[in-house]
Every structure is written in structure tokens, then in C-alpha cells.
């Protein structure tokens, strides 16, 4: 929800998303008539800053188990000498895992660590349109940014203009790592053969599979969302305003679904 006319921020073409904490007034009880203002409490800055907010923490311990469990197993399987399977192959697929790990971890480690409101380098490759230069206030950094997309729980920061190119690259590079996670895993299962990896081994994979696969599943959604939104060229912000005022228009009634006024008559 958007703030009142009265509560805007004094600034031409500012668009104020979310409702700021209110400010309390302070006056010592035994002063009548003395009442101050305190001053608004600062914003977020970045990501990386407390309070942390549990989707944050959940995908720091998330990512960080299910890609090491990844990692553990594959390196079980490939330093046991009896078993043939393939590892040529799948070393080669292991690097490009990595090479998508830490492109991922640099794009991470961007948006956590750069403030939304400042400019950056992946400023100036966006383009100067409406999209990218309209400002809006963001009530959890209490400040403008500029090209708002929106605030993103998982990263606890504010999405725009600034940071928009790593985290559209965090999806990519997201969805091609865990396909590879599935694909290097079920490889294993194929190459090695049940009665090699033991039942244990197997059950462990199985796990790692399914936790990858679903992981990979989020990454898609996000990834094909955010290309949809740039293929039409608007923000998640303006497309959820889309969303919420289409009942609105499917709801109005029709130009032939009008019943004309009754002049008191009935009958033929």
C-alpha cells in the first residue's frame, strides 16, 4: 500500500511504496506543553546488516548444506579406485559446477554487500527508460531507490537499478547449477550401478536428488519470472499492480451487459 498525499515524501516524482514507521513523540511528563519528535530510526543500509530475516538464514544454511552434501558425495564416489564410472566425464561437469558456484557467490556477494540507493557499475547498462529511472521509497531502507523492482526477503535488500544485472544473473546461474547438481547425481546412479554405491550411498544421492531438483524448480520460476517481466519491459512492482487491478476490470460491467434504465413500463 502506498502512503496518502499527506504522508509523501516532498519530492517530485517519487513514488513512496509501504508505510514507514511512525514516528513517536516524546515529552517528558513533568514539562506540560513540551513535546518533541525523535528522529526516525535509519533504514537497512545492505543485506549484510541485522537484523537478518529468516528467509535469509534459510537459504545461507540451505544452500550451503545441500551444495556441500553435493560436493561430499561426489567426491566419495570418484575416490573409491574399484569404481568405474565414468569420472572423466563427470570432473568435467564438476568444473562447470564450480565455474557456476562461484559466479553465483560473487553475484551474492554483491547483493548482499552494495547498498540499492548508490549507483553502480550495473547502473549505467541499463538503459535510461521509465522502468530504470523512476524512483520509489522503500520503507525498509527509508530512503528512495532508484528503478525499485522490489524487496527481496532472501536477500533482505531492495532490488533495482544498482543490482538488478546480478541478481537476474543469480537466477541463471542458479537454475544452470542445479541442473547440473541433478544431472552429475543421477549420472552417478546410471554409471555406477546399484550394487556398487551400496544401499546407503544410494539413499544418500536419492536425498541430495530430490533437494537439488527442488531447489532447480525455484530457480526456473524465478528465472523464466524475471525474463517474462523483461520481455515486456515492466517491474515486479508494476506487474503486481497489474495483478491486483485486473478483477477490478473483469468485474466492470460490459457495454452489452448494461441493463438500460426503465421508464416505468412493463410488458411488450
Known amino acids: 500500500p502506498c502512503l496518502s498525499e499527506s504522508e509523501r515524501p516532498q519530492a517530485r516524482g517519487v513514488v513512496v511504496v509501504g508505510r514507514p514507521s511512525p514516528r513517536r513523540e516524546l515529552g517528558p511528563p513533568h514539562r506540560e506543553g513540551h513535546r518533541g ?20 538464514l534459510f537459504s545461507w544454511v540451505g544452500n550451503a548444506i545441500i551444495t556441500g552434501s553435493f560436493y561430499a558425495l561426489c567426491l566419495l564416489v570418484l575416490l573409491r579406485p574399484a569404481l568405474g564410472c565414468g569420472k572423466t566425464v563427470v570432473g568435467i561437469m564438476l568444473l562447470a559446477h564450480a565455474a557456476l558456484v562461484l559466479g553465483g557467490f560473487a553475484c551474492w556477494l554483491f547483493l548482499e554487500m552494495h547498498p540499492p540507493t548508490r549507483e553502480s557499475v550495473f ?66 546412479l546410471a554409471a555406477c550401478g546399484r550394487s556398487d554405491l551400496g544401499v546407503a550411498m544410494q539413499t544418500l544421492i536419492g536425498i541430495c536428488v530430490v533437494l537439488g531438483t527442488l531447489v532447480w524448480c525455484a530457480y526456473v520460476a524465478l528465472f523464466v519470472f524475471h525474463t517474462h517481466l523483461s520481455v515486456h519491459g515492466i517491474g515486479t512492482y508494476d506487474w503486481i499492480l497489474k495483478q491486483q487491478q485486473r478483477p477490478a476490470i473483469e468485474l466492470a460491467p460490459r457495454g452489452h451487459d448494461r441493463v438500460p434504465p426503465s421508464d416505468g413500463r412493463t410488458g411488450p
Not at 519528535?37 to 535469509?56: H, T
Not at 528503478?147 to 544498482?162: A, K, P, V, Y
Not at 537466477?171 to 552417478?188: D, E, K, N, R
Request: glycine residues 6%.
Open 37 to 56: 519528535v525523535m528522529p526516525e530510526a535509519r533504514g537497512r543500509l545492505r543485506g549484510f546488516e541485522r537484523p537478518f530475516s529468516p528467509n535469509q
Open 123 to 188: 547502473s549505467r547498462m541499463l538503459p535510461d527508460s521509465q522502468r530504470w529511472t523512476k524512483v520509489r521509497y522503500c520503507r525498509e531502507h527509508k530512503d528512495v531507490v532508484p528503478g525499485l523492482d522490489h524487496f527481496c526477503t532472501w536477500l533482505n535488500t531492495s532490488i533495482g537499478r544498482s543490482n538488478y544485472i546480478p541478481f537476474y544473473l543469480i537466477a541463471l546461474f542458479g537454475t544452470l547449477q542445479y541442473a547440473l547438481h541433478v544431472a552429475i547425481l543421477v549420472f552417478l
